[in-house]
């Protein structure tokens, strides 16, 4: 089971107190982008084994939404950030690195 930290509020509970929201720091398609960049949008989604960044809700808490990074195998927990940060802060991205030392980029 995950142990989550929200940002806002800063209550750690159990991923049940949360609701997950997909991927995060996506690129999204606004009016009067093309149909290609829509369904891009819309429906191509990273399912990577290993490092992920996620949008989360704290479903039942503060309601507030945050981004959590963490491994998609190990269930391991790297860190939490507001969901208004347009990509990984660099704390986040050196923590994963010293943890991760073979992962590139950041999504």
Sequence with gaps: MLLLSCPCCGVTAEETEFAPGGEAHLTRSGPGSDDDAFESYMF???????????????????????????????????ATYPAQTTEPPPEVVAKIKARRPDREGHA
């Design 44 to 78: 191509a989604r990273r399912n990577p084994s290993g490092v992920h960044f996620e949008r989360w809700r704290h479903a039942y808490g503060c309601g507030k939404w945050f981004i959590a990074a963490r491994c998609t195998v190990t269930l391991e927990v790297f």
